[in-house]
């Protein structure tokens, strides 16, 4: 069974930080491309924040400089710190890996790629 665990959501004030983990210790597939997408009710899914092997990251226009994508391989976990949330913040957060041919897509046609998801994580920003 394919496993990738969100954790860390919840709720926070607008100006406040919440760091999400993906715990990659149950995926035994190999990956290149690990990106975190959110979904806002009534809106689409839409891809975040994404990692390369061995370190590249790219961001979506609306989180870049608040949010970071890191990896810790010694932890076999994927993080999103995320700073200075916003209302518009609030959406269900999943990691996912995604197919790239060695190399993450852009971000806009990510969601198209995935190869597979996680169950997702809650996160609720208010003002």
């Known amino acids: 069974q394919v496993q990738l665990v969100e954790s860390g959501g919840g709720s926070v004030q607008a100006g406040g930080s919440l760091r999400l983990a993906c715990d990659l210790s149950?995926?035994?597939?190999?990956?290149?491309?690990m990106t975190w997408f959110r979904q806002a009710p009534g809106k689409e899914r839409e891809g975040v924040a994404a990692?390369?092997?061995?370190?590249?990251?790219s961001y979506a226009d609306s989180v870049k400089g608040r949010f970071a994508i890191s990896l810790d391989n010694a932890k076999n976990t994927l993080y999103l710190q995320m700073n200075s949330l916003k209302p518009e913040d609030t959406a269900m957060y999943y990691c996912?890996?995604?197919w790239g041919g060695g190399s993450c897509p852009p971000l806009s046609l990510a969601v198209g790629k995935v190869a597979h998801w996680g169950q997702g994580t809650q996160v609720t920003v208010s003002s």
């Open positions: 990692f390369e092997v061995p370190g590249s990251t």
């Open positions: 996912a890996s995604v």
């Open positions: 149950r995926y035994t597939y190999s990956w290149s491309c």
